[in-house]
């Protein structure tokens, strides 16, 4: 029988705990006593750790400034760009409605007449051969006298001159006649019926069809209101209806731009003034 002393044990194990104790604590002070540990070296700052945290935020903010200076750049040489498009892009229409003018008023000088003369002359047609007598007197009474007697008026407020024998018939009849029929009647009006009830219909308004339809329809017109000029002796409105399709094809070329179409019209009457 083996008989163990307790107190024994209890001591060697009091003795081991005591000897971990004290070389746990040894190791402590070295660590303690160490240059790295005195320094500071081997431990992380807090200002460090804010350092290492704010560099990536800054070169973010950086790279995003640069990007921000980038895009304006690109957006400032972008409206340059569009600018100088602009301002090109009106120099070449305002050249090419200066050659449009100036090309249909020389047609409307030399090759009127000599249409006008071969109509009238060898083939003996003229407008009022096409009209009745009820309906020149019907137009007469409820269309022309009272445009005339507006346009007269308007003129004898500038006295007998060159502006109201030139300028104020052109402005008046382009306003009338380009602005309204062709314009408003014939085109503005068509364009929101047809909107309304067909809107995929809509681009039958400009299509090259309509756009010949109304200047036909709108010269005629024109050259009908004429009264005084529809007879085969006095031309047979010929002149005025070749006149009013140059003038309504230069309306619709120039996208209904009223003033060249004024001008065409002045540059007609100052030539008749004149020649």
């Known amino acids: 029988?083996?008989?163990?002393?307790?107190?024994?044990f209890d001591f060697k194990a009091q003795e081991l705990t005591s000897n971990s104790t004290l070389d746990s604590g040894q190791n402590l002070k070295k660590t303690l006593a160490s240059p790295e540990v005195k320094t500071g070296s081997g431990l992380a700052s807090p200002k460090s750790e804010k350092a290492k945290l704010a560099s990536p935020v800054t070169e973010i903010i950086k790279n995003q400034a640069d990007v921000e200076i980038s895009l304006q750049?690109?957006?400032?040489?972008?409206?340059?760009?569009?600018a100088l498009n602009s301002s090109a892009v009106k120099t070449n229409d305002y050249v090419k409605m200066l050659l449009l003018t100036t090309g249909t008023t020389a047609s409307d000088l030399t090759l009127t007449p000599r249409i006008q003369n071969f109509i009238v002359n060898q083939l003996g047609i003229c407008l009022g051969n096409f009209i009745p007598l009820t309906g020149v007197n019907?137009?007469?009474?409820?269309?022309?006298?009272?445009?005339v007697r507006l346009n007269k008026t308007i003129g004898n407020l500038f006295g007998s001159n060159v502006t109201s024998d030139i300028f104020i018939p052109a402005l008046c009849e382009e306003i009338e006649f380009r602005w309204f029929v062709q314009g408003i009647l014939l085109k503005k009006l068509p364009e929101k019926v047809i909107k309304k009830i067909s809107p995929d219909l809509a681009w039958v308004v400009d299509s090259a069809p309509?756009?010949?339809?109304?200047?036909?329809?709108?010269?005629?017109?024109?050259?009908?209101?004429?009264?005084?000029?529809?007879?085969?002796?006095k031309g047979g409105g010929i002149s005025q209806f070749a006149g009013g399709l140059l003038y309504g094809a230069l309306y619709e070329l120039s996208d209904q731009n009223l003033?060249?179409?004024?001008?065409?019209?002045?540059?007609?009457?100052?030539a008749l003034r004149l020649f």
């Open 1 to 8: 029988m083996i008989v163990t002393n307790n107190n024994f």
């Open 73 to 82: 750049d690109r957006l400032e040489a972008n409206t340059n760009q569009v």
């Open 259 to 270: 003033v060249h179409c004024i001008n065409l019209h002045c540059l007609h009457n100052l």
């Open 210 to 233: 309509a756009k010949i339809s109304r200047v036909a329809a709108t010269a005629l017109f024109f050259a009908i209101c004429h009264l005084h000029v529809l007879d085969c002796e």
């Open 138 to 147: 019907y137009l007469a009474s409820y269309v022309v006298n009272p445009l």
